[in-house]
Nanobody, 122 residues
Framework: VQLQASGGGLVQAGGSLRLSCAAS????????MGWFRQAPGKEREFVAR???????YYEDSVKGRFTIARDNAKNTVYLQMNSQKPEDTAVYYC?????????????????WGQGTQVTVSS
């Protein structure tokens, strides 16, 4: 399984970015997908996940600002990030869960993308 994340970059506070993660080599539609992020000096943390049937879950700090979505026809998961804050600055990783529903735990995910840098300036 390969996951290729893209769409990161530099944005001003209040701005928007959309991350994409293209998957190959696995039945994409039967896996939950997640986005995690890791800021310098911090643990990798859960951001959002979407189950195989489209149910979404978010970390509290991004609720109402970020939206996760999936397109099974394109084997792609997205993370739309609006109203960004400097504290959103991190490397963002997509991940494929070994189950239909996933969880917020990194242990639930067995494949990871390479990460894409998101920097939000104040």
């Amino acid at each position: 399984v390969q996951l290729q994340a893209s769409g990161g970059g530099l944005v001003q506070a209040g701005g928007s970015l959309r991350l994409s993660c293209a998957a190959s080599g696995r039945t994409f539609s039967s896996s939950a997908m997640g986005w995690f992020r890791q800021a310098p000096g911090k643990e990798r943390e859960f951001v959002a996940r979407i189950t195989w049937n489209g149910i979404t879950y978010y970390e509290d700090s991004v609720k109402g600002r970020f939206t996760i979505a999936r397109d099974n026809a394109k084997n792609t998961v997205y993370l739309q990030m609006n109203s960004q804050k400097p504290e959103d600055t991190a490397v963002y990783y997509c991940a494929a869960a070994r189950t239909l529903y996933g969880s917020r735990s990194r242990d639930e995910y067995d494949y990871w993308g390479q990460g894409t840098q998101v920097t939000v300036s104040s």
